[in-house]
């Protein structure tokens, strides 16, 4: 099999998965509630800005880490919101073992 293909073939069959539909309809919801939509790209973004720090050896600021927390409960009560950060964690677990399965092969052939 053409690598090329299989990479297609990997594209068709995410884009049917559970994962991305359930993503693509929060994300369709999450665009109709404007307040939700902003607790959420505020959300994602404080969440980064502490996995970068912990990615990079550092340990994230206590006050982040509580706001982000405190952020996570409040995006929680909203069913826009919650519904949308629970498919895109699904997605990314997803996503996160189809990188390694690839990694793997990297790996193997690097020698790593």
């Known amino acids: 099999m ?6 297609n073939e990997l594209g068709k069959a995410m884009r049917a998965s559970q994962e991305y539909k359930r993503l693509a309809e929060a994300k369709a919801r999450l665009a109709e509630d ?8 505020d959300f994602m973004k404080q969440k980064q800005e502490v996995e970068i720090d912990q990615l990079s050896g550092r ?3 206590k006050d982040k880490m509580e706001k982000v927390q405190k952020l996570y409960e409040v ?10 950060v629970q498919s895109y964690i699904r ?7 189809v990188s390694k399965t690839i990694g793997d092969v990297v790996k193997e052939v690097a020698g790593e």
């Open 91 to 97: 997605f990314q677990l997803m996503l996160s073992d």
């Open 34 to 41: 404007a307040a939700a939509e902003a607790m959420v790209k």
């Open 59 to 61: 340990t994230p600021d």
């Open 75 to 84: 995006l929680s009560l909203n069913g826009n919101a919650s519904e949308y």
């Open 2 to 7: 053409n690598v090329y293909d299989a990479a």
